[in-house]
């Protein structure tokens, strides 16, 4: 069982930076792909960013509403995945999310989504 939790939020000017980290406890080594999403109010759930695992180069994937502005990273030794936010935009105002994909060590070695409970990021204009 993995569990996360998200820290970092908070409010902002408009041009600002935050930086969201999402630490994971439980069996981190069954850790593979790992994401930050989020969802602003009347809006649904956004991919934001994403990382593969280390096996797979720890490739990156960005929206393209926050390319250039947005940067993905992980540490694997703490199982921990971080969302550095610059140049902030009143409409980057939502609730981040971190999510981890799981590869159960057992049979039927199924890949199962774990989400953290949630970040608020509010941008003031």
């Known amino acids: 069982q993995v569990q996360l939790v998200e820290s970092g939020g908070g409010l902002v000017q408009y041009g600002g930076s935050l930086r969201l980290s999402c630490a994971a406890s439980g069996s981190i080594v069954s850790i593979t792909n790992m994401g930050w999403y989020r969802q602003a109010p009347g809006k649904e759930r956004e991919l934001v960013a994403g990382i593969t695992s280390r096996i797979s180069g720890s490739r990156t994937n960005y929206a393209d509403s926050v390319k250039g502005r947005f940067t993905i990273s992980r540490d694997n030794a703490k199982g921990t995945v971080y969302l550095q936010m610059n140049s902030l935009e009143p409409e980057d105002t939502a609730v981040y999310y971190c999510?981890?994909?799981?590869?159960?060590?057992?049979?039927?070695?199924?890949?199962?989504?774990?989400w953290g409970q949630g970040t608020l990021v509010t941008v003031s204009s």
């Open positions: 999510k981890a994909d799981t590869l159960e060590m057992a049979p039927p070695y199924r890949l199962l989504e774990v």
